[in-house]
């Protein structure tokens, strides 16, 4: 019997019978006169035939899935459970007091549909909701579903893309980024890129001709628009703060903006804005290049055509974002009450979804005129720039820097103190309260404020007293002080969240970090008695010579202790560095960057 592939037949293995085979049946088959089945070796169990047939079977029957050898067993990483939807559940809708409303993914879908979901989107989002978990959970919960996440990417790479990949991928990099750890996850965004071009995601739907056959209604429509917008507009940041970064020939021109949709419920809020956001990192990214190297001369920062050009790039885009997003006080100096009575009413016809992308503009839009008059602002330091040594024009260049930088870090202040108010309960919008959830401070916030210190630290510990004219009695200590531990406590409220736990690394650390010593610095400025005390050096010589870096692990890198034990040193991320500066006296505090060198030679040169 040595076509046969077992020893029993069926029904005596159904029954633990002894079977004796032959080649007309076993023996008890033949003796209770009923059909005796045998599997040949050369079939699969599909394949399962009579030998009689008298039997009342159907071989439809035989023959339905349930008896396929070929099953797919599932990794048991990848199987949801009900405690990973859950912290999707409270992560989407703020623990059920909002609606399941996102920039990025049709939220509510997700959650209806979570246990049909692609393993890696699954595990993902839970991965995000275990990080903001209230109460906190151990670091470890989060960066296990990171693990189990980019483990199921890993399997889908010679699968067709999809969307869903598309949207895991931008959560991913999302999540290496709030875990502070922005290289890790360029990796992930770059292939969601390459995934939508792939796709033709980057083809707004109502313009794509191979989709009409599938008939998408509205709202499936949105997702893909969204899976769009969310990565782009992540590309563009991560290029206004990083030069390191890789490149990507993308464009929005043939994509519609994100629209509202109901079904019946909000679904997608009405997120408009995303373009303008998009558009103002994109800036943001040019100028940083802009700035990577020094001019020739002196003159260049005076005068240039590039310069002219950002300018009128930035004046028309100012100009094409609606009156009712921009959120600017009657006086830069400081913000009244009918400042905020204002804003609180703009912010009151906002969805609250969108009020974070809304405060994102205005403080990227300040810290971009910033930053267009960054150069010309150092040279308010320089002692061949003294008022008394230039011509009317020069004068004129340098004087509306200062007032030009101290107007825009004064807003940055001002906006940061407003949603900081609504976040604590002292300021109130009635149609969003309880939902103070979404005025916390976000990672994106940090870089504009970083950008103001830095601001008030050129003014305060660098210009040169001759230009101080220009700021007058704006520029009482008392405010400034007032100015800087506001924005200071902001950033403050996110380092224990965003910096992991009990290790020197983290895109914001360095950020802080220096903060800290520009305050320091201006502090010790402030307490000097010596009118005669060197703009270059403070009154303390215990400054310790210090080159921030941001501190790059992998995620994985971590042990049960928490501890990490190798990590890389790169250039901390930032709207723009110190442009070869340092922080303090003696060795000082100065920036890691590629850059850095060149500038800090050009001024030690060229005056």
Known sequence: MSSFVSQQCARCHQFNLRCEPSPVGCASCLYFGVACQYVPKTSSIQSIHPLHHPSPVSPQIMKQEVFHTGWIVEDPDLMPTVEDWRLVHNYFTNKGRSLPVLLSIDGDYHLRNYFQRSAVLRLVTSALGAH???PKLPEEVSLSYYRRARKAVFATVSQEPQVETVQALFFLYLFAVWKGQPVIGRAFLKSGLEMIVALRLHIDPDDSPWLFSLNLSSREKEDRRRAFWASYKMYHWERSVSTDT??????????KPPSEVYDPQLIFSNCGCIKTESDLFEFLGDMKRIHALPPKSINELFWSDIALEMNERLLKLYGSIPNDTLLITESPQSMNQSDIDRFVQQLSIVSVQDVAFVFCINLHLFASFSILLRPKLYLSSL??????????????IIESAIKGSLDAANRIASLTSFFSGIANGKIQIPVHRGLE???RPMFVHVYPVFDAVIVFWLIKCRMDPAWMYVVGDEFGWDAVKKRVDGLMQFVGRLKS??????????AMLPLYQCMEAMLREMEEMEGSTSLKVERATTTESDWDELVLGMNVISLDDVEKSGSREQFEIKEPQALLGLLGFQVGGGGGMRWRGRSEESWRLFWKLRC
């Not at 890789?246 to 994509?255: A, G, L, P, T, V």
């Not at 002692?383 to 004068?395: A, G, I, V």
């Not at 969240?497 to 983290?506: D, K, P, R, T, V």
């Open 132 to 134: 903001i978990a209230s």
């Open 246 to 255: 890789f490149s990507f020939k993308i464009s929005d021109e043939r994509m």
């Open 383 to 396: 002692s061949c720039c003294n008022p008394r040594f230039l011509s009317t024009e020069k004068k004129m």
């Open 437 to 439: 959830f979404f005025f």
């Open 497 to 506: 969240n965003q910096l992991m736990s009990g290790a020197e690394a983290g």
